[in-house]
């Protein structure tokens, strides 16, 4: 039977925290020799202490490939272990009926191997610069299991129209000139079926703007953007108005 492999729980540097101790050194390096700081024993006994801390818990690349096989494998077993039961996304954001007793249940559970995995990622990524190595949350699920209908926090859902075909889509242009004349429409148009929105696209033609220009933006140099403003006469006024009112109607 293959002996598991354990490795130290101990908590490691992270990039952003070797990136600064080794700021704190060179800072207090650069005391020992400015002739106006008086008390240099002070200062050698700081720098002593913050080395001492450095070379304890700076991350240490893997010393071979065995070794970096076997702390591979390891944080792959470890991870498994703890996505098992870990709350979803949503549900910590959202917090349902129950979800705190289950994430102090997990976190109780996993705290001895959730030490383990980031002391291994942030070995396996030594001197990489990677951030987000020792991040759990990266790998937090996005499927919920728990009654949203309870939450704390509630959220909205928006249920896609399904279609069968190619989606009808809106560039900018469009959707500003939409929403300039009717705001309403332009809010509902992610929630119309593709039928409804070739409705509103075949408005659009009929004034002869299927593909209109894209509005010129005033360079932004201490000024306010300005978008371009369309001006429509009555005639295309009328048309619009009609291809809402058929809109509506489909709707």
Do not use: C
């Not at 009717?182 to 070739?198: K, M, W, Y």
């Amino acid at each position: 039977m293959e002996t598991q492999t354990v490795f130290p729980k101990t908590a490691l540097y992270r990039p952003d925290q070797v990136d600064r101790v080794q700021g704190d050194i060179k800072s207090l390096e650069a005391k020992l020799q400015n002739k106006h700081i008086e008390d240099k024993g002070e200062v050698q006994r700081q720098l002593r202490k913050v080395r001492h801390d450095y070379e304890s818990q700076v991350p240490v690349a893997p010393s071979s490939p065995d070794e970096e096989g076997r702390m591979v494998k390891r944080s792959k077993e470890l991870l498994s272990q703890i996505t098992q039961g870990m709350l979803s996304m949503e549900e910590m954001r959202k917090a349902p009926s129950g979800s705190v007793d289950k994430h102090l249940s997990w976190e109780k559970r996993n705290k001895t191997r959730i030490a383990e995995w980031k002391h291994i990622m942030l070995r396996l990524t030594a001197g990489s610069g990677d951030r987000d190595a020792a991040n759990l949350e990266k790998h937090r699920p996005t499927v919920s299991t728990m009654n949203m209908d309870s939450a704390l926090i509630p959220g909205q859902r928006f249920y896609m129209p399904e279609t069968t075909g190619p989606a009808v889509v809106f560039d900018d242009a469009q959707i500003s000139l939409i929403r300039e004349l009717d705001p309403g429409l332009a809010e509902r148009l992610s929630t119309l079926s593709n039928p409804q929105r070739q409705t509103v696209k075949e408005a659009l033609n009929g004034i002869g703007l299927d593909t209109p220009s894209a509005a010129s933006v005033a360079g932004k140099q201490g000024a306010e953007r300005k978008k371009a403003k369309r001006t429509l006469s009555e005639e295309h006024k009328a048309k619009m108005k009609a291809g809402r009112e058929k809109a509506k109607k489909a709707a």
